[in-house]
């Protein structure tokens, strides 16, 4: 049975399939009782963080619960294992995940989820059933393609889940493309970006919101920031896709408020009563680890997003977080790095750069929030100066303010002799593929680069936005709305796929719609070491 025929059948399979977990339970078989009183998944399943023997299992519930995982490599669940997971308390909104360990390499897993009631023991719901693929250990000969989806931006702009269009489309489009795993990009909510039930369209038709209380306005209280992540998860697309198909989140700035940093002040706005961002960010960043379906790095630094996941001897994906570390936002034209002008941090860059030093993989894709190259302004300065959000400072000259952190990073990564980087990001709203060029920058001492974008997943469509010159960025490819804040339902949704083949270890990255249409492809040839 393949992973589609086990996705679509295992609805049948209730709660007693299961042998009873505990024993007490042995002893005194689980009540079958009505659907309303056993434990819900109000918000799905999900899998993430997948290597080569271990995952990520996430489920939420509607009450007090424990939660179970069985799993096997066959679609039948024969010699099944059980594990028993962690209790699902008001504390994290319900929300717990089981990392499952000493999993076979390489192997489909096929696992459910059963919920057990703590009003009752005896009561449980019914299983629900997931799918992933583990990836080759690094240590393998390749013997194996890879295949994978990223993209990001989901729900901003007050586009919402419009159930009689669908819902959220594209999230079909990336599980019926059977990939490895999804790299969710960031800005997984958009929290400033209240939704109505209505919007309306140019041609004067209306685009219909489903509209929880939390979604309403701006998120400020913890349950308002929760709330958008459990409004999302009930969009039946996205659902399908994370039951079936791994992830790997990482997140910018929406998931607190536009473009925040350091600088951030909402004193002026209205629509905010909580005006402490320290707060809010506190709040917020509680809310994503409840709801990521990631793997925890512990008390040293319980609350870290950036972190390396090896995908056999074809891939090694480094998830960098260019929110955390950053300074204030500004003009962004400091002559030397400093705190003010730090955009990942000085240990993470150390980080990033000794992995890939370490890495045996043929390709090393960093997985960035925001694009290198590209021009993204955030307002004025008190002093009236362009304020930037992104890396680039819009003056097309020698490396300044932010841009000196990334010239440190890619001439290490060039007197390292390290080949085969690729960067894959969102942020901007709409798809591009992007040639840094030393031969055309004003700093010039890195290897040429490829930087993908892909976006959005179910927002508004913006850009394109300018480039800078800095790092020589060629625009080769770019899809953008005419109009700006373009609805899903112009098709300006996009995401991109991965493909690297075991045989001649090639890259081909193909940009995608709404539709799944490919729009650009381009195909790289690794570099022997």
Known sequence: MDRRRFLNSSALLGAQTLVAPTLALAQAPAIITRDAMRPQFPSGIQSGDATSNAAIIWARSDRPSRMWVEWATTANFANAQRVRGNYLLDNTDYTGRIDLTQLPSGQEIFYRVVLQDLHNERVLSEAMSGHLRLPQASTDKATRNVRFAWSGDTVGQGWGINEAWGGMKIYEQIRQINPDFFLHSGDNIYADGPITAEVKLPDSTM??????????????????????????????????????????????????????????DVSQDARYSEKNIPL???????AFHEFAPMREFGNKESERVYRQISHGPLLDMFVVDM????????????????????FMGRPQVAWLIDGLKKSKATWKVIAADMPIGLQVPDGKTPEGQDKWEAIANGDNGVAKGRELEMARLLREIKKANIHN?????????????????????KFSDFNPFWEFVSGPLNAGAFGPNLPDDTFGLQVVYQKAPKEQNAAPSTGMQFFGQVDIDAKTRAMTVTLKDLTGASLYSKTLTPVRA
């Open 207 to 264: 685009w219909h919101n489903v509209v929880t209380e939390e979604v309403s306005k701006v998120a400020e209280t913890l349950n308002e920031f929760r709330g958008r992540y459990r409004y999302n998860m009930m969009d039946a697309n996205l659902r399908r896709m994370a039951a079936d198909v791994p992830q790997i989140w990482q997140w910018d700035d929406h998931e607190v408020m536009n473009n925040y940093s350091d600088s951030k």
């Open 280 to 286: 809010m960010v506190a709040r917020a960043t509680k």
């Open 323 to 342: 929110r955390s570390y950053r300074g204030p936002n500004s003009a962004n034209l400091q002559t030397a790095e400093t705190e003010e002008s730090a």
């Open 421 to 441: 980087v690729v960067w894959l990001t969102a942020d901007v709203h709409y798809t591009a593929a992007h040639f840094y060029d030393p031969n055309k920058a």
